[in-house]
T-cell receptor, first 114, second 113 residues
Framework: GNSVTQMEGPVTLSEEAFLTINCTYTATGYPSLFWYVQYPGEGLQLLLKATKADDKGSNKGFEATYRKETTSFHLEKGSVQVSDSAVYFCALSDRAAAGNKLTFGGGTRVLVKP | NAGVTQTPKFQVLKTGQSMTLQCAQDMNHNSMYWYRQDPGMGLRLIYYSASEGTTDKGEVPNGYNVSRLNKREFSLRLESAAPSQTSVYFC????????????FGPGTRLLVL
């Protein structure tokens, strides 16, 4: 079956620090990969996505590259802000499965201190 | 556009009670989903509806039922609540294609005593 593993948090950083959240996956087919972000008290929202190997998704200063050879989709941001404090979820969608179902990792809580 | 709305925001139940969580979307999406979120486990799919008139089980369907009332609304019912169903429940919707973004509601926090 499909699974997503991401580093456990919490990750605590100072403002302007570099952020990396590791994500690796196992999939039976050729998945699409996503990062979702959940701000305090809110639902999840899409941060970025990549649909094929070597694609780079980017948004709001965050980037992640689809690495098929290492089955990874690590999230990076060069200089974080306090407003980036949130829980980040890596997810995959198996394009061979009906219904566009997502498989999520456990989430990584990030806390950015001023 | 309100996007995806969920009611109630918070609910406390006693073991054995029943309740229905409501979800509606105004984006004319074909597919709708119910997830539960538990600490350290991410979100797990309970049920989904790929299109109006169809529903299918997800990863953790036991103890739940769903109804796709129309294209807009997708409800989740707990017939006899158990403490193990204490969780945060999220509804989501998407166009339905394999690359389509899912849009999430704000969640319902459920506590079963």
């Amino acid at each position: 079956g499909n699974s997503v593993t991401q580093m456990e948090g919490p990750v605590t950083l100072s403002e302007e620090a570099f952020l990396t959240i590791n994500c690796t996956y196992t999939a039976t087919g050729y998945p699409s990969l996503f990062w979702y972000v959940q701000y305090p008290g809110e639902g999840l929202q899409l941060l970025l996505k990549a649909t094929k190997a070597d694609d780079k998704g980017s948004n709001k200063g965050f980037e992640a590259t689809y690495r098929k050879e290492t089955t990874s989709f690590h999230l990076e941001k060069g200089s974080v802000q306090v407003s980036d404090s949130a829980v980040y979820f890596c997810a995959l969608s198996d394009r061979a499965a009906a219904g566009n179902k997502l498989t999520f990792g456990g989430g990584t809580r990030v806390l950015v201190k001023p | 556009n309100a996007g995806v709305t969920q009611t109630p925001k918070f609910q406390v139940l006693k073991t054995g009670q029943s309740m229905t969580l409501q979800c509606a979307q105004d984006m004319n999406h074909n597919s709708m989903y119910w997830y539960r979120q538990d600490p350290g486990m991410g979100l797990r799919l309970i049920y989904y509806s790929a299109s109006e008139g169809t529903t299918d089980k997800g990863e953790v369907p036991n103890g739940y039922n769903v109804s796709r009332l129309n294209k807009r609304e997708f409800s989740l019912r707990l017939e006899s609540a158990a403490p193990s169903q204490t969780s945060v429940y999220f509804c989501a919707s998407s166009e339905g294609g394999v690359l389509e973004t899912q849009y999430f509601g704000p969640g319902t926090r459920l506590l079963v005593l």
